[in-house]
């Protein structure tokens, strides 16, 4: 059985902790590797190695930065096939889904690939009597991303390729559920000709998260995870005085008006809440179906019923199992809570057994119809193939549901009329919101951030809010007094006139 190792300044390493964790096969149950758990010494080396690194990354010129961001671009292009079945096989997904995963992980490369023109400054010519005015940014230092199980490459690649083609170094702490592509792309780097120390990867738990947060030499975090452990990232982070982004979990509604074609809802809805078995941050777990909504749920009940569940490398397989075998627990007895509490179960997933597969991870899709607010089923992020079928009478009262929730990553409507839709968007108060786009992840030239419970920190993530995240600015007021008609001093406060 392999052993997952650290990555420190361009070379595997074993670290000083003898500490381990089994990361699991999902489709078959079986634990396929160890991960190293890092100390907080661990953490001090690729923290350190990454500080010396930045000696010379942050003063790389922006045509070398970017001619490495072009060939790690070329290598994850090359490579991904490879990294999808790194992806499938730990976290249980299917091959075609992780290979969108990857492709998204991608664009966000392409966009830092253009870091020449997204790091251009501004300049005001004669701002005053032969004085000038010019803005830049700069690299922060030694940044740090903590990640969660549920997108292994493409949320690290929502920071790295940006933090890196700012001149930051990076040290990044993935999921310890599913932890070999950070090894993987940690080696596309180094083969990109980017220098070691630059990019970093520690495996760990709670102690190497502490670690990284307590590091004086850690300038910024970037988090994505679930909202307790965002919360307490951004309190202990900022409390040590760096620039923290945390984004955390979600409670994604769908808001279905009358006018929406039934058929085309239950394809989406059904795509959006059982792709990737549920365990995305942005699918939709709740559908708020305004008027009458038996045909709706009939509908995608059916389709529940067709998806073809099964282990990630099938190529038959529409849908992967869950991450663990406490996950899955987890999602069946909230299942059955829901049931007690009054839904009514319109699609099954529990108790699932999958024949080869038989102590694999497989939970089915599961819809659970009249679900009302009070209900576990709704309370909680489930994070598993389970839609949840709310009813409201009217839009005003589904958007106050969605509002009602402390969750506000994305929302989406289904409808025909543009009126609806423009009040739907500009009511609810989520970040991110689809139009008959149950999944609205935004492209990687925007940023991606929820409001409320599902962010904390000033700063959505990746796009032009990644690069202000990795850089500071700084405004320089230079005068030449050889070329200054006028460059007397006076002790008034300077003023442009
Ligand atoms: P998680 O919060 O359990 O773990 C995320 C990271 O935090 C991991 O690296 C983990 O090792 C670390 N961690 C876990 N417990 C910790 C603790 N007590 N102290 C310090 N660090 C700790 O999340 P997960 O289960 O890996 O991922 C699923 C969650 O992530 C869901 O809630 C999902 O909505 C959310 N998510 C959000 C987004 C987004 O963009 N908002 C994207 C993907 C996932």
């Not at 953490?43 to 350190?48: G, H, I, L, P, T």
């Not at 992980?105 to 020449?116: D, H, K, M």
């Not at 389970?386 to 402390?406: C, F, H, K, Q, Y």
């Amino acid at each position: 059985m392999a052993t997952i190792e650290h990555w420190i300044d361009g070379a595997g390493t074993r670290g000083v902790s003898t500490r381990r964790a089994p990361v699991f096969q999902p489709a078959t149950g079986r634990r396929q590797h160890d991960v190293l758990l890092a100390s907080p010494q661990d953490v001090d080396a690729a923290v350190r190695a990454a500080a010396a690194a930045f000696a010379r990354w942050s003063q790389a010129s922006l045509s070398q930065r970017a001619t490495v961001l072009f060939a790690f671009r070329e290598l994850v292009n090359a490579s991904a096939q490879q990294l999808a079945e790194i992806v499938s096989d730990e976290h249980g997904k299917v091959l075609s889904d992780a290979a969108g995963e990857v492709q998204r992980g991608l664009e966000v490369i392409e966009f830092a690939c253009g870091i020449p023109q997204l790091l251009k400054g501004s300049y005001s010519d004669q701002a005053s009597a032969g004085v000038d005015v010019f803005g830049f940014r700069e690299p922060l230092g030694v940044v740090a991303g903590i990640t969660p199980f549920n997108f292994p490459a493409m949320v690290p690649m929502w920071m790295h390729p940006i933090a890196i083609a700012c001149g930051n170094t990076f040290v990044l702490k993935p999921s310890e559920r599913d932890p070999s592509s950070a090894g993987f792309v940690a080696r596309l780097w180094q083969e990109a000709g980017l220098p070691d120390g630059v990019f970093n990867v520690v495996h760990g738990d709670k102690v190497a998260v502490d670690a990284i947060l307590d590091h004086p030499g850690v300038a910024a975090v970037s988090f994505v995870g679930s909202t307790p452990i965002a919360r307490y990232i951004h309190q202990r982070a900022t409390v040590m005085g760096k620039r923290v982004q945390a984004l955390g979990g979600a409670k994604n509604h769908a808001v279905v008006l009358p006018d929406a074609d039934p058929s085309f809802v239950a394809e989406h809805l059904a795509a959006s809440a059982f792709g990737s078995a549920g365990e995305r941050c942005m699918a939709i777990s709740a559908a708020v179906v305004v008027g009458p909504s038996d045909r709706l749920v009939e509908a995608v009940a059916a389709r529940a019923g067709q998806i073809r569940v099964g282990p990630g490398r099938d190529p038959a397989s529409e849908m992967g199992p869950v991450i663990t075998a406490a996950a899955k627990e987890r999602i069946e007895n909230l299942i059955t809570a829901g049931e007690r509490q009054g839904a009514t179960v319109a699609a099954d997933g529990r108790g699932l057994k999958i024949p080869g597969y038989e102590d694999g991870f497989f939970v089915g899709p599961t819809v659970l119809d009249h679900v009302r607010r009070e209900m576990d089923v709704y309370t909680e992020e489930i994070f598993g193939p389970v839609l949840s079928i709310v009813r409201a009478s009217d839009v005003d009262t589904a958007i106050e549901l969605v509002n009602g929730n402390p969750y506000g990553n994305g929302a989406a409507v289904f409808t025909d009329s543009g009126a609806a839709a423009r009040r739907f968007q500009r009511g609810v108060h989520v970040g991110m919101i689809g139009v008959n786009v149950p999944i609205p992840v935004p492209m990687a030239y925007y940023s991606f951030g929820g409001w409320k419970d599902s962010l904390f920190g000033q700063s959505p993530i990746y796009g032009p809010d990644g690069v202000a995240f990795y850089t500071r600015a700084k405004v320089v007021t230079q005068r030449w007094p050889a070329v200054s008609s006028d460059s007397a001093a006076s002790l008034h406060f300077p003023t442009a006139r």
